[in-house]
């Protein structure tokens, strides 16, 4: 198949693509993103035939229509013109929001205010991602009704071919009761993603300039952040990659352990955002910081050389489609099957038994995915005009290594086993389980922007929201709220290293409906009830015409404008 333009995108409702004006009279100030190193490669790919909804009304009509409950899709179509998606953002810290919300007042596009907030994040969450680490984006146009869907993960080292990577140093963290492995130090290191990607957003749909774009999050690494307690609750399991060298004197200072209230400071990373707005994403890739960046992980025996970044482009990814309850789900396609597993829903979801719903919702998440590591943070927005960005950025679980002067933190995407799949050599994108999407009703119109942070648990936490608001019709900060359960099916290992037949695992939040639970049991899972919340259950940020909202259990918030 011909490779798609890289301006390409999913038209709605239809096979086709339509082509977005991306030529630089579409955003004049945008040029900064276009410099060397954050160019964009298109991916060709065959777009999955969209669900013509009237083939999930036909099943669905099937029902009683005494016991037939009407979706809130459906009630929504009902009274069309009515309400319609609000100008917002949805993030996981109070200032990531603010700053993408500033944007918004100041005329900017959803993709001004995503990739502000994005950069943001990397001073604000820093607990969870950086400026090194690397993302997805999926993008609504609502005056030409695509979605557009870009992958700037990050790429295997070792183009150059002229080092090998030396061994890694392994850690373990706790995720509450459950112990997971990881690798750091500079071996760990991939290609970095999130300059290139903002950079790439900013040119295709950004209005205002880029330098007014990123100046916020600059300014916030000048004065620092206050960290929340949801986030420092998560320090706590993540300190072994935190802490190690210079990472000890922000988040540890003094030996302790930063609190939910206290200030998150990281020395330098001001400059490294100054260089991003003055120099554009190039400063990572061919510029003075890429260059720091080589010497920084060759000297501990990384692989990272000028041709990886030099070569790293932004990649156009087909767009995936799902039907949920008569609205049309779109996104990537993730390494842990988020389309898919909504796809094998069954059509009369609505007007199963909150019992028979667990039930159907468990075994979906059984059979298309797995457990997987990694940490994460997500923004989502939707603008004045109804269009829509969502972007869902990582580090892994951070490597340990810091750009020396520069306050950033190195990603640990090698370290993360479960994303190394066999396949996978120099100058290749990893895979990850991240899938920002939107959800559009039968007339094109926005009802969702979503994503969520989590690793494995961002296909859960995702679809349990979706439920929540396309079926149960409650608000964004009920549905985000509701207490939600993960199915885990690792095969346990005896000491002679054979595999031993076991059922899978619900792991449920406290105050998850017990009757469900039961159920649950009765087909055949062990229910792992918690008697805490955690961040381990993932971290939704949405924006839609249920409102904004971001998700407690991390510290998120949401705005309207």
């Not at 917002?88 to 919300?101: C, F, K, M």
Request: charged share 15%; with cysteine; net charge negative.
């Amino acid at each position: 198949m011909t490779p798609r333009n890289a301006a390409d995108g999913l038209t709605l409702r239809r096979v086709t693509t339509r082509a977005l004006a991306t030529d630089p009279a579409t955003n004049p100030q945008a040029q900064p993103g276009t410099a060397t190193g954050a160019a964009v490669t298109p991916v060709s790919g065959t777009v999955q035939e969209p669900i013509h909804p009237a083939a999930v009304n036909a099943v669905a009509s099937t029902a009683s229509p005494v016991t037939r409950r009407r979706t809130a899709v459906e009630r929504r179509g009902a009274r069309k013109g009515v309400r319609r998606v609000p100008a917002g953002i949805a993030a996981g810290h109070p200032a990531t929001a603010e700053v993408g919300l500033r944007m918004l007042a100041a005329g900017g596009s959803a993709a001004d205010a995503a990739v502000a907030a994005v950069l943001a994040c990397c001073v604000s969450e820093s607990v969870l991602t950086g400026i090194s680490g690397g993302g997805f984006a999926t993008y609504y146009d609502a005056a030409r009704h695509t979605v557009t869907c870009l992958d700037f993960f990050c790429a295997v080292p070792g183009l150059d071919g002229d080092v090998e990577p030396g061994p890694m140093v392994p850690i373990e963290v706790s995720f509450g009761s459950l112990p997971m492995s990881y690798a750091i130090g500079e071996s760990s290191v991939g290609v970095p993603g999130v300059p290139a990607g903002a950079g790439e957003v900013h040119r295709r749909w950004g209005r205002l300039p880029w330098h007014r774009v990123v100046a916020p999050a600059a300014s916030l690494a000048r004065s620092g952040v206050v960290l929340p307690a949801a986030q420092a609750r998560t320090l706590v399991s993540v300190a072994p990659a935190l802490v190690p060298g210079f990472g000890a004197a922000i988040y540890s200072p003094g030996g302790k352990l930063l609190e939910g209230g206290d200030l998150l400071y990281h020395p330098g990373l001001d400059k490294a955002l100054e260089a991003l707005a003055e120099e554009g994403p190039a400063a990572f890739y061919t510029g003075w910081i890429g260059e720091r960046l080589i010497e920084t992980v060759r000297s501990g025996g990384g692989a990272i050389g000028p041709a990886d970044l030099a070569r790293y482009r932004v990649l156009e990814l087909p767009v995936g489609h799902a039907t949920l309850a008569g609205a049309h789900v779109y996104g990537r396609f993730d390494l842990n099957n988020t389309i898919p597993t909504i796809a094998a829903l069954p059509p009369s979801l609505p007007e199963l038994s909150p019992a028979d719903r667990a039930v159907a919702l468990a075994h979906a998440l059984l059979v298309y995915g797995r457990q997987r590591r990694g940490d994460t943070t997500n923004i989502s927005v939707v603008d004045h005009e109804g269009n829509a960005c969502v972007v869902t950025v990582t580090l892994g679980i951070g490597s340990g290594v810091w750009l020396p002067g520069l306050g950033v933190h190195l990603n640990s995407m090698l370290g993360e086993g479960e994303l190394i799949t066999p396949d996978l050599a120099p100058g290749q994108r990893m895979s990850s389980n991240m899938c920002p999407l939107v959800v559009i009703d039968d007339h094109n119109e926005l009802v969702v922007a979503a994503g969520s942070a989590g690793a494995s648990r961002i296909r859960s936490a995702l679809i349990h929201t979706l439920v929540n608001v396309l079926v149960d019709g409650v608000d964004m900060q009920t549905a985000i709220s509701r207490p939600r359960f993960h199915v885990v099916d690792e095969p346990l290992v005896d000491p002679a290293g054979n595999g031993l037949d076991e059922p899978p695992i619900v792991h449920a939040e406290p105050g998850y409906p017990e009757e469900e639970l039961t159920a649950l049991e009765s087909s055949g899972y062990v229910v792992n009830r918690w008697d805490h919340l955690s961040h381990y259950f993932g971290g939704v940020s949405a924006v839609g015409d249920a409102g904004a909202a971001g998700d407690l259990r991390r510290g998120g918030v949401g705005l309207l404008a």
